[in-house]
Structure formats: C-alpha cells, structure tokens
C-alpha cells in the first residue's frame, strides 16, 4: 500500500495514508477544544479518528502549535523573565484565565511573537509553581504576624470559639449572682414586714388587755 492510497475510517472520515490532517482541519480541532467540546465529541463531530484528535490536542498544549510533528524539532520554548510578568499579571487580573486564553493575550498584546510564545503547557507550569510559591510565602507570613501578635497579648491565644464560650459562661455568671441577689432582698424584705406584723401584733395585744 503506498503513502499516498486514500480511505475511509470508522467515523466516515476521508483520510490519505502518510499524510497529515489539513490545517483547517487541526485549527477546528483546537477550536472545538477551546469551546469546552470533549475529544470524544470531536471526534464523532469531525469524523476524525480520537487517538488523532487527542495527539493533535496534546501537542497544541505542549507547544502551542497545530502543526504536525517533526522528527528532531526545536526545544521547547523557555518564558523569559517579561513573559513571566505578563503572565503573572494577567491571573492576578482575572484568576479564571485559561492557560489558552493567557497565550491568545501574549500575541495580541504584542508581548510575544508566533516564534517565541510558550506554550499552554509552560503556561500551566508556571502558574501551578507561582501558585504554590506564593501559597507558601504567605502561609509563613500570616503565621510569623499571628505568632507576634499573641506574643504581644501575652501569650493568651483566644479563638472565636473559645471567645464565644468565654462571654456565653460570664453572662451565666452574671445572671445567677442577679437571681440570687433578688432571692436575698425578697428574704430580707420578708422578714422585715414578719416582724413589723409581729411587734404590730404584740402592741395590739398589750393595748387591749390593758
């Protein structure tokens, strides 16, 4: 069978044996990807083979490129230090910014070239180890303030928890000195009236036997 004899796949997609898939082809492809289609419906939709949609996609994402695969090619593009600073500049501006959209921004913001843009998947590496470097940072930082402040308090470390529980059990407190404080005064007050109605009584009684 020769490179150039022709056929039909599974899907009843036209294909030609030894050739790539036309670029218009390719760019749908990436397309579709970019809509958010599966390659799975990709597939069925292009009536291209889905081993084909997803080596075409994979290596979109590792170089940016839709181009088919040469043998010996070009190292992977390396972000300089103001590519970097875009990128970094742009999640900052907008964090659900997919890594596609990031490169799409590289071009038509004249940062990069077709030459030299990274690729999706350089993208995403940088983000993830940003990310993560910055996680850190401020994981240490927030702890090294939260570590002084308490410091300055004296050691006395309160969380809102305990915070609650601390004013819910000062207002028991409070409510039971009050309660046994009436019981008291009514006691005392009882008292009192029980003697003045006994003297009151007692004189009574003297008044009428005298």
Known sequence: M????????????????????PDIVRSKIVELAHAGIRPCDISRQLRV???CVSKILGRYYETGSIK???????KP??????????ITRYKEENPTMFAWEIRDKLLSDNVCTNDNVPSVSSINRHHHLH?????YRHGDQ????????WADMGGFALNDDKLFSSKTLTLVVVVVVVV???????IVV????????SSSLLLLLLLLLL
């Open 142 to 149: 927030d702890q090294s303030l939260s570590n002084g402040f």
């Open 131 to 135: 990310h993560h470097h910055n996680h």
């Open 68 to 74: 088919p695969g040469v043998i010996g090619g070009s």
């Open 180 to 186: 046994v404080v009436v019981v008291v005064v009514v």
């Open 190 to 197: 009882a008292v009192v009236l029980i003697s003045l109605l």
């Open 77 to 86: 593009k390396v972000a300089t230090p103001g590519v970097v600073k875009a």
């Open 49 to 51: 083979s889905h081993g």
């Open 2 to 21: 020769d490179a150039g004899h022709g056929g039909v796949n599974q899907l009843g997609g036209v294909f030609v044996n030894g050739r790539p898939l």
